[in-house]
């Protein structure tokens, strides 16, 4: 008797090219955050032999020396809050001006 | 369809009327220019989306707060706004998220005073070579509280990018 649910040679071969692209998608992300974790030398050696490495936050701690992380953090988040919350304010005053045009039978503005 | 069309040009060909424009006004390695770029980079997805969501919220509601007397700013204050805050939160996010990853204008328009993270991690990539851990150290550090962030908020994110898919 034939099982109920059947796995057809389709379905293996959808999910493994499902599962190759996914690699694919998440191969550096998972690169870049075994190599973050590296010191130097093995860094610069490569992911393949990082990742039997035991991991590691010296790296962390030489680039807030280098440069103040802090400061470069500080920066993107005052601009892009600042940025994001100034674009509904045009919105705002661009739909209202767009409604007063219309309430008055103007040319709509959008 | 107009608002959308500025978005498929390629930044690179506004960046030299842009610098000289920052250059004149004084505003090279500033926030106040990444601010006004990123502002104004962005704002066509915006109007898109709130468009969008706005649109969705039926006329007659509008109708009736019209015959009960309300102005134009009532009308928008009391029930346009609290309709369509969901449309305006995850618009919000998403433009955050935007703002947070652009490169191309923080490596263009600021140098060691405003740089954002995009510049901390371009400074690793030296004429005398990659620095692969520090280089990915920096991006794992650019990249970790946008990606906690986007974790958390990917409901909305969602919902914000597939308003007016369905009538």
Redesign the interface.
Known sequence: MAPKNPVSAVLIARTAVAWLVTLLIFFPLG???L??????A???F?AAAAVLQRLRWT??V??QR??D?LL??Q??L???????????G???S???LD??LR?KGGRAT? | MWMLSTKMMPAVGALVPVYVLAQTAGLLDTRLALIIVFTLSNLPIMVWMLYSSFRDIPHEILEAARMDGATLWQEFRRVLLPLGIGGVFSTGLLCLVLAWNEAFWSLNLTAAKAGTLAALIASYSSPEGLFWAKLSCASFMAIAPIVVFGWFSQRQLVQGLTFGAVK
Do not use: M, Q
């Open positions: 690169w870049l955050v190599t973050a974790f590296k010191t130097g093995a860094g610069d490569g790296t962390f030489e680039v280098r440069s992380y470069y953090a920066n993107l005052i601009t892009s809050v600042v940025s994001t919350l100034a674009r509904p045009h919105r705002v661009g739909g209202l409604g007063i309430s959008c």
